[in-house]
């Protein structure tokens, strides 16, 4: 779990060779494990374990590598809304929806005007099984 900073005022400063994977940040969500996870615009996303960030783009998995929201479901599920789709991460691999019509993602513009509420619960409803392709 990360700890707060110290009393003492002390702060610590991340460049991008140390840091997180870009400078800018599109949404911050906690996992399970107390690690905080940064989206970015462009360059996918950062786990931050409290002393050293990790970093994972389409290389590691994620079906895109601009991210602009992360939310965690009911079973330690992170959910990743892309400018290609939505994928879930599982603590090890990344997974794609795949929507009834084929092997395509869920576009973006069926992920954005959703409100994080809204997403919340749709996100409830596909990790339950009841979207076809998320198993």
């Given at each position: 779990?990360?700890?707060s900073?110290?009393?003492?005022g002390?702060?610590?400063?991340?460049?991008?060779?140390?840091g997180?994977?870009?400078?800018?940040?599109?949404?911050?969500?906690?996992?399970s494990?107390?690690?905080l996870?940064f989206a970015?615009?462009?360059?996918?996303v950062?786990?931050?374990?409290g002393?050293?960030?990790e970093?994972?783009?389409?290389?590691?998995?994620?079906?895109?590598d601009?991210v602009?929201f992360?939310?965690?479901?009911?079973?330690?599920?992170?959910?990743?809304?892309?400018?290609?789709g939505?994928?879930?991460?599982?603590?090890?691999?990344?997974?794609?929806?795949?929507t009834?019509?084929?092997?395509a993602?869920l576009?973006l513009?069926m992920?954005?005007?959703?409100?994080?509420?809204?997403l919340?619960s749709r996100?409830?409803?596909i990790?339950s099984?009841?979207l076809?392709?998320?198993a």
């Open positions: 779990m990360i700890q900073l110290n009393r003492t002390t702060w610590q400063t991340y460049s991008m060779a140390d997180p994977a870009g400078l800018h940040i599109e949404h911050i969500a906690e996992d494990e107390g690690c996870w970015t615009r462009d360059n996918g950062s786990r931050f374990d002393d050293m960030f970093s994972f783009t389409r290389q590691d998995g994620l079906i895109h601009s602009y992360v939310s965690k479901d009911s079973r330690d599920r992170l959910w990743f809304g892309t400018l290609n939505v994928c879930w991460y599982d603590g090890s691999d990344f997974h794609h929806i795949r009834v019509m084929g092997s993602s576009p513009p992920v954005c005007p959703i409100r994080q509420s809204e919340c996100i409830a409803s990790s099984g009841s076809p392709g998320t």
